[in-house]
T-cell receptor
Framework: AQSVAQPEDQVNVAEGNPLTVKCTYS??????LFWYVQYPNRGLQFLLK??????LVKGSYGFEAEFNKSQTSFHLKKPSALVSDSALYFC??????????????FGTGTLLAVQP | ETGVTQTPRHLVMGMTNKKSLKCEQH?????MYWYKQSAKKPLELMFV???????ENNSVPSRFSPECPNSSHLFLHLHTLQPEDSALYLC??????????????FGPGTRLTVL
């Protein structure tokens, strides 16, 4: 079955330290991978995506993610965390198989808490 | 805020009530979506509309009835809901439903509580 997993419910990091939020996926065919962020009482905001090409993708607010096909991972990273980065982060995947594009499926989310 | 608006932002209703959620997108997109977000669960896709036509119903109970009068507006009509239907209902839009690489733009959601 097609799936996306975020193995950590919560990630804690001190302000100024690098952060990583993990995501792995399992799909048939070629994946399209996305990261979204959700602040309290808000909808999801798009951060970045991988479609094809360079495995390192840069997005909004200084975030980046690396597509690793062999490990089927798409971890979100930032060199220096800010308190304002504290939010709920969702990884999502769509895939193309047999010429058809399938629906977007989301992970369960990882709560990022950045301590001052 | 994004170009997707949702009203109301909060809704409390009894199990016998009928209410509607409204979504409007100002992005010129052709695809619109309803999602349900419950605590500790992945976002659940409910319905997909592409050029006003419903293209996906993800086994949603009939007490949820969507309506898409045009590409900019999407409604979710609610009737005889259950307490387990309490959740955050998110609307989203994208240029095309079939655009695999297109990101979706989300509204702020309607927090629904069913008593």
């Amino acid at each position: 079955a097609q799936s996306v997993a975020q193995p950590e419910d919560q990630v804690n990091v001190a302000e100024g330290n690098p952060l990583t939020v993990k995501c792995t996926y399992s799909v048939s065919g070629n994946p399209y991978l996305f990261w979204y962020v959700q602040y309290p009482n808000r909808g999801l905001q798009f951060l970045l995506k991988y479609i094809t090409g360079d495995n390192l993708v840069k997005g909004s607010y200084g975030f980046e993610a690396e597509f690793n096909k062999s490990q089927t991972s798409f971890h979100l990273k930032k060199p220096s965390a800010l308190v304002s980065d504290s939010a709920l982060y969702f990884c999502a995947v769509r895939w193309v198989y047999g010429g058809a594009t399938n629906k977007l499926i989301f992970g369960t989310g990882t709560l990022l808490a950045v301590q001052p | 805020e994004t170009g997707v608006t949702q009203t109301p932002r909060h809704l409390v209703m009894g199990m016998t009530n009928k209410k509607s959620l409204k979504c409007e997108q100002h992005l010129g997109h052709n695809a619109m979506y309803w999602y349900k977000q419950s605590a500790k669960k992945p976002l659940e896709l409910m319905f997909v509309y592409n050029f006003k036509e419903q293209t996906e119903n993800n086994s949603v109970p009939s007490r949820f009835s969507p309506e898409c009068p045009n590409s900019s507006h999407l409604f979710l009509h609610l009737h005889t809901l259950q307490p387990e239907d309490s959740a955050l209902y998110l609307c989203a839009s994208s240029p095309r439903a079939s655009g695999g690489g297109d990101e979706q733009f989300f509204g702020p959601g309607t927090r629904l509580t069913v008593l």
